[in-house]
């Protein structure tokens, strides 16, 4: 008996494919430990050395190493990070940069931010106008910040065969000062990043 039919019970092969099916996977809402997360984010990070792309196909690497449930929790952990970024703060800031941010791409940028590393991401969600700091080359250069989250639900399905389940509750309520659109909301929040970006709105 191998290592995942101790933990989960014998395994069914896939006729049409090598991926492994697990029958009655017990999802969970745990969420791997935090250092243990940012440790793998970090080594994609520095790996990647700075190409977003080249980054998920290492985080994928990386997450094929682990076990189902790992993933899972990794993946619990990564929505939770995503959920306490979601705020009106921080789509504020990217939105001055981006000159305009909907929904689906406020969703990806946070991800991005995610994959900067621990570091990064509390003093972002902490303080958004820090972004100002950054050479806009930089954010720039990974425009296109869609992809990352995608990758922890794709390596547990080749893994196992089925689609992942999350039972942990992403937060998806956009938390503290709400700002409009129109006017000087965005102006008066980030005069930092307004300054450095006052063609993009």
């Not at 940028?109 to 958004?128: A, L």
């Not at 196992?160 to 000087?184: L, S, Y």
């Given at each position: 008996?191998?290592f995942l039919?101790?933990?989960?019970?014998?395994?069914?092969?896939?006729?049409?494919?090598?991926?492994?099916?697990?029958?009655?996977?017990?999802?969970?809402?745990?969420?791997?430990?935090e250092?243990?997360?940012?440790?793998?984010?970090?080594?994609?990070?520095?790996h990647?050395?700075?190409?977003?792309?080249?980054?998920?196909?290492?985080l994928?690497?990386?997450?094929?190493?682990l076990?189902?449930?790992?993933?899972?929790?990794?993946?619990?952990?990564?929505?939770?990070?995503?959920?306490?970024?979601?705020?009106?703060?921080?789509?504020?800031?990217?939105?001055?940069i981006?000159g305009?941010?909907?929904?689906?791409?406020?969703?990806?940028?946070?991800?991005?931010?995610?994959?900067?590393?621990?570091?990064?991401?509390?003093?972002?969600?902490?303080?958004p106008?820090?972004?100002?700091?950054?050479?806009?080359?930089?954010?720039?250069?990974?425009?296109?910040?869609?992809?990352l989250?995608?990758?922890?639900?794709?390596?547990?399905k080749d893994?196992?065969?089925?689609?992942?389940?999350?039972?942990?509750?992403?937060?998806?309520?956009?938390?503290?000062?709400?700002?409009?659109?129109?006017?000087?909301?965005?102006?008066?929040?980030?005069?930092?990043?307004?300054?450095?970006?006052?063609?993009?709105?």
């Amino acid at each position: 008996m191998n290592f995942l039919e101790k933990l989960f019970g014998k395994i069914n092969k896939r006729s049409n494919s090598g991926a492994q099916q697990i029958p009655n996977f017990n999802f969970t809402d745990k969420l791997m430990d935090e250092d243990e997360f940012w440790d793998i984010i970090k080594t994609t990070k520095e790996h990647s050395k700075g190409d977003y792309e080249l980054q998920q196909e290492i985080l994928e690497s990386e997450l094929s190493k682990l076990t189902p449930n790992e993933i899972l929790l990794f993946s619990n952990r990564f929505r939770s990070l995503r959920g306490l970024a979601n705020t009106w703060e921080l789509w504020g800031a990217i939105y001055i940069i981006q000159g305009g941010c909907g929904d689906d791409s406020f969703n990806d940028f946070r991800e991005w931010v995610i994959g900067q590393g621990k570091d990064f991401y509390y003093k972002t969600i902490e303080d958004p106008e820090s972004l100002a700091n950054l050479d806009p080359e930089f954010i720039e250069e990974t425009a296109d910040f869609e992809g990352l989250g995608y990758i922890p639900s794709k390596v547990f399905k080749d893994l196992t065969g089925i689609e992942i389940q999350h039972t942990f509750k992403e937060n998806q309520i956009t938390t503290g000062k709400e700002w409009e659109e129109e006017g000087d909301d965005l102006k008066n929040m980030f005069p930092k990043i307004y300054a450095k970006y006052p063609t993009n709105i």
